[in-house]
């Protein structure tokens, strides 16, 4: 398969770029492709990112998403979970192949990803908090009501 051309960044060392490969080719359910930044498009392809220094980590909690894909997501607060259960099967992949996992880096991503989410649902109009219902529709509280 045209997974184990993959390119890996000369930056990684050999060890990491060879256990990259190892863990895609034990994953022939998906695919796998270079782009401009980690990403996991669903249904079944994890991008890999332009080198970093938690490159590892990236790459198991993209390849995370796509191992927990059943669960599919409409709010923003659900987006949160998924999230979290990404990094929870990265932990896993870790532990599997002794890679090092960084808890403070997780929380880090978590909590920028948390103010990103936070600063979304603020309205434009009038800044308070909208909430989102089951739909992922955007509804504030006030504009709403005068609207
Ligand atoms: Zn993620
Ligand atoms: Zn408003």
Not at 65 to 72: D, E, N, V
Not at 73 to 79: C, K
Request: aromatic share 10%; with cysteine; glycine share 4%.
């Amino acid at each position: 398969m045209k997974q184990t051309e993959l390119q890996l960044p000369t930056q990684l060392s050999t060890h990491e770029r060879n256990l990259i490969k190892k863990i895609v080719q034990t994953h022939p359910e998906l695919t796998f492709r270079r782009g401009k930044r980690f990403a996991f498009r669903p249904p079944t392809t994890v991008i890999i990112g332009p080198f970093e220094p938690n490159y590892l980590l990236l790459f198991c909690h993209e390849l995370g998403h796509a191992l927990c894909m059943k669960h599919s997501f409409a709010t923003d607060i659900e987006r949160l979970k998924i999230e979290r259960l990404a990094w929870e099967e990265a932990k896993k992949i870790c532990i599997q192949y002794l890679i090092p996992y960084d808890e403070d880096f997780v929380e880090d991503q978590l909590d920028s990803y948390r103010d990103w989410l936070h600063a979304k649902s603020k309205c434009k109009k009038c800044g308070l908090t909208r909430y989102q219902t089951k739909n992922g529709q955007y509804h504030c509280p006030y504009c709403d009501l005068t609207a």
